[in-house]
């Protein structure tokens, strides 16, 4: 019996053994060490690019790192607690502020930081200011005055200060242009105001720092439309021109989409837009209904004497009224009217028009 030979095949079963099992554990290793890459660089990432929308984070007084990082991934703002330590810790960051912060999704780690330290932070307000849609900007200077304290006039002159417009619109170049100094644009920044709710820390901030807010919102709004705004071949002014006529003669019940068609379709053929509210704009007045007398009144902002859009917006527009101008119905509509009851009623001729009109002035 050759014992040799039994030993030298146990070697050899042995060793394949071994060989199997290196190689497993090397594929092993390898693996995690891929997996592991992998899913650092993508946790070092934004959770989502596209997302600008602000989430409030606190960060209670006396956060470790650990309680912060657990924080962030819990609100969705970071995608790994344990990376977001690691990353801290090995970039020697310090020195963060508890408060209440403003994030969004589409941060990088670094500016998350970065406004963590450099205390970005909702600190307590003072003073909040509510701008409703469909405002023109004689309105939002009242409504600023009665908030704050200073006179109309006085924040009626900051908005029209020739010299403060220009430095805007070196600051703001994704919404202002030369454009709003045009010499038929009653005021500059008529439009651009993004209604909504705004706080301040002090009850009577300076004048641009209540304004300039309200213009860095209307660029944050429109920056999402961006893509769109560029298929369409608009400029920032034509689109919230266009809005503006949609916000001015919407209702709650209004299809917005269907009055910017009726818009469209008649600048399509070279058809005046005929809207009222451009009438009341350039008379400076605010009238329960205009009348022939007032529709003679001699503007550029006169849309029954002058054919296309007026020199600028008569308003500010809500995002929906912004969408309806990017994105119109398809109709064969050139004729509305809001009844009484806040319906709007779409009509495809004149005669039509008139007999709708006729049936609900009767009424009223």
């Known amino acids: 019996m050759d014992h040799n030979g039994f030993a030298s095949k146990d070697i050899q079963t042995v060793r394949k053994v071994v060989f199997m099992i290196s190689a497993l554990v090397c594929v092993l290793l390898l693996t995690t060490v891929i997996g592991g890459y992998v899913y650092i660089r993508s946790a070092l990432q934004p959770v989502d690019p596209e997302d600008k929308k602000t989430v409030q984070v606190s960060i209670p007084i006396g956060s470790s790192v650990s309680d912060i990082a657990a924080i962030l991934e819990k609100k969705g703002i970071i995608k790994s607690a344990a990376v977001f330590r690691y990353y801290v810790k090995f970039k020697n960051h310090a020195d963060f502020q508890a408060g209440n912060y403003q994030l969004t999704r589409s941060m990088t780690l670094e500016e998350i930081i970065s406004s963590l330290k450099t205390g970005k932070v909702m600190r307590e307000m003072k003073l909040k200011i509510t701008i409703p849609e469909g405002k023109q900007l004689t309105q939002i200077a009242t409504i600023i005055a009665q908030k704050t304290g200073y006179k109309q006039e006085q924040v009626m002159n ?3 200060d020739r010299a403060y417009i220009q430095e805007l619109i070196k600051k703001y170049p994704m919404v202002l242009s030369p ?3 045009n010499k038929n644009i009653r005021y500059p920044l008529e439009g651009y105001l993004f209604p909504a709710t705004y706080s301040f820390p002090k009850k009577k901030p300076p004048l641009p720092a209540i304004i300039e807010p309200m213009i860095a ?8 439309y961006e893509e769109k705004k560029t298929e369409k071949g608009f400029t920032t002014h034509r689109l919230l021109t266009m809005a503006s006529l949609i916000e001015a003669e919407a209702t709650e019940k209004a299809d917005r989409q269907k009055i910017a068609s009726v818009f469209y379709n008649r600048l399509r053929i070279g058809m005046p837009l005929q809207t009222d509210p451009t009438v009341l704009y350039a008379l400076g007045k605010h009238k329960e209904r205009v009348y ?3 529709l003679k009144v001699n503007s550029p902002y006169n849309t029954y004497i002058h054919q296309g859009l007026p020199p600028g917006p008569i308003a500010n527009a809500g995002e929906m009224s912004i969408e ?3 994105e119109p119905a398809e109709t064969g509509y050139f004729y509305f009217l809001a009844t009484p ?5 779409f009509t495809s001729t004149l005669a039509e028009h008139n007999r709708e009109k006729a049936k609900y002035i009767g009424k009223e």
């Open 324 to 326: 309806a101008a990017l």
């Open 292 to 294: 022939y007398e007032d």
């Open 341 to 345: 009851a806040g319906e709007v009623i």
């Open 158 to 160: 900051q908005l029209n």
């Open 179 to 181: 454009d709003i100094l």
């Open 217 to 224: 919102k209307t660029a944050e709004v429109l920056a999402k």
